[in-house]
């Protein structure tokens, strides 16, 4: 006699059976006997935590589509994988030292690296068994992570063509510097929150007798300050152009000069130059051939470049001590509320300070034509079409990518210094190993790259590029993506970029959102 029919579903008696037939079976596993191909990369998780609704999500709309073209008949690969998530991932590690009374101080650089790789290794264990009870049917055999060996050679290679094509360059440009990880961030990683801040009405004294007054929201910053600028057309600062001011407390001398990029009705009409520290006083300065001072060190805090009584104070006690050192020398005319915009990282929560640094750059114009000529031609399609319009207005208005971070884990740049002469030289390898360098010795770039800098090349490095292998040969480009919308100019769009450039084709044809 059959047994009887349990009268309610216990997916605990079930489900982790079925999979495991499934997977005993290979019936996840392509099938190269049959033409019909249709291929797909899941979007790999970060290894900071647990999965959420929306990994849920994700993975279900993916799954629905290949269990479809797999019973349609088709060869079917779905090829997941977990991302390292560079910046992110470090915080989350720190974080758990910080609540053991350690930092990344205490240990070595390997020592960290493998402290950060136990936890990897304990939420890639905890995610893939998230996906599995999610019934998902990607190919066990083919995971991949973005620093295995394979990845990082991929990684390397995209890095030293892109060098000697002159597309990846060094150079010392205002940054985003995030005081939570003490590194440098993209422009896409800053979000704009409108805060209720300050705004400080500030006497300058000119050197023949006088006074400007000048607006500004960060008087902290009048340390590095190289200018002041007013409209040419001001009619109550023409006089005024071409003589000297002394900075309060600073006691040093700078010029006022004339430029059409002050606002006249903004404040008091005259603006403080402080290249260092704001991307439209660096461009000012590059007009007027001005200096640029650098007044923080990379944790936020002010640096020897400004007096001693305020050196190693964070950007909100050396505001709050300018404040009063301002007031009491009769230096502060007025003070008055003022909403205003203030970039925050969106990883940490900080707020950003821009940053005069030497950082590792690529030239992104001419990949996002490729890519958004692409668009144009038919060859990759957004489901809905809406988001086409969030693609193109990326492409259209991009900047060179900032891809060096101060962090320790991730890829290593692929960079050298002559420890004599300075010279850089960018190779996989010590150049002292080979002949052309015999004798010479090299330290190795200390910043890793952007964690986006493998991620845009997984729908290739993933199926073995920069081999020629049987995957890459039979499963790229591959047929579908499916996304968020948050990532379609983080991700999507430099997929896009990195298949037409090195694959010669894009990496997908239909993008669901």
């Not at 994700?58 to 994988?81: A, C, E, P, S």
């Not at 990607?138 to 991949?144: F, T, V």
């Not at 259209?396 to 101060?406: L, V």
């Amino acid at each position: 006699m059959s047994e009887e029919l349990s009268s309610s579903y216990d997916p605990k008696v079930f489900e982790d059976k079925i999979y495991k037939r499934w997977l005993d079976n290979g019936v996840f596993s392509p099938d190269d006997k049959i033409e019909l191909k249709f291929s797909m990369v899941a979007p790999p998780p970060n290894v900071t935590g647990i999965l959420h609704m929306g990994h849920a999500l994700n993975f279900t709309l993916q799954d629905i589509l290949v269990r479809y073209k797999r019973m349609k008949g088709f060869n079917t690969l779905w090829l997941f994988g977990t991302d390292h998530a560079g910046i992110a991932t470090q915080t989350v590690f720190e974080k758990q030292l910080r609540e053991l009374g350690k930092s990344k101080d205490d240990f070595s650089r390997e020592e960290f690296i493998e402290g950060i790789l136990e936890l990897k290794n304990k939420h890639r264990k905890i995610i893939v068994n998230q996906v599995e009870k999610l019934g998902a049917s990607y190919d066990h055999l083919r995971e991949r992570f973005t620093l295995d060996d394979g990845l990082s050679r991929a990684v390397n290679k995209v890095f030293i063509d892109l060098y000697n094509k002159g597309l990846i360059y060094k150079g010392e440009y205002l940054v985003n510097l995030d005081p939570g990880s003490g590194s440098v961030v993209s422009d896409e990683e800053v979000e704009y929150k409108e805060i209720l801040g300050k705004i400080y009405f500030v006497k300058y004294l000119l050197c023949d007798g006088g006074f400007i007054e000048v607006a500004t929201t960060r008087p902290e910053t009048m340390f590095g300050d190289v200018a002041i600028a007013v409209n040419p057309n001001d009619e109550r600062y023409k006089s005024l152009i071409g003589r000297e001011v002394i900075i309060p407390i600073a006691d040093r001398k700078i010029k006022i000069i004339a430029d059409d990029y002050v606002d006249m009705e903004f404040g008091s009409g005259a603006l403080k130059i402080t290249p260092a520290h704001d991307p439209n006083d660096f461009e000012i300065a590059k007009r007027h051939n001005l200096d640029k001072i650098n007044i923080l060190n990379k944790n936020a805090k002010l640096n020897e470049n400004v007096p001693i009584e305020y050196q190693g104070l964070s950007v909100n006690a050396a505001r709050s001590k300018i404040e009063k050192d301002l007031r009491d020398k009769e230096f502060l005319i007025d003070v008055k509320n003022h909403k205003h915009q203030v970039g925050h990282c969106h990883r940490s929560g900080e707020v950003i300070e821009p940053y005069l640094s030497n950082q590792w750059f690529v030239k992104m114009k001419s990949l996002a034509a490729a890519a958004l000529q692409a668009l144009i031609d038919g060859k990759i399609r957004f489901y809905p079409r809406k988001w086409e319009n969030t693609y193109k207005h990326w492409l259209s208005n991009i900047k060179d990518w900032c891809i060096s971070r101060q962090l320790v884990w991730g890829h290593r740049i692929p960079a050298w210094y002559d420890v004599q002469t300075g010279e850089i030289v960018v190779s996989e390898f010590d150049p002292s190993l080979s002949e052309n360098y015999s004798g010479r010795s090299f330290v190795r770039d200390s910043d890793v790259l952007d964690t986006w800098f493998s991620s845009w090349l997984w729908p290739f490095s993933s199926l073995g590029w920069p081999d020629v292998t049987f995957d890459l040969k039979n499963y790229y480009p591959t047929t579908t993506l499916v996304t968020a919308y948050d990532i379609i100019f983080f991700w999507v769009a430099r997929m896009v970029m990195a298949g037409l450039e090195f694959m010669g084709e894009v990496p997908f044809r239909d993008i669901y959102i």
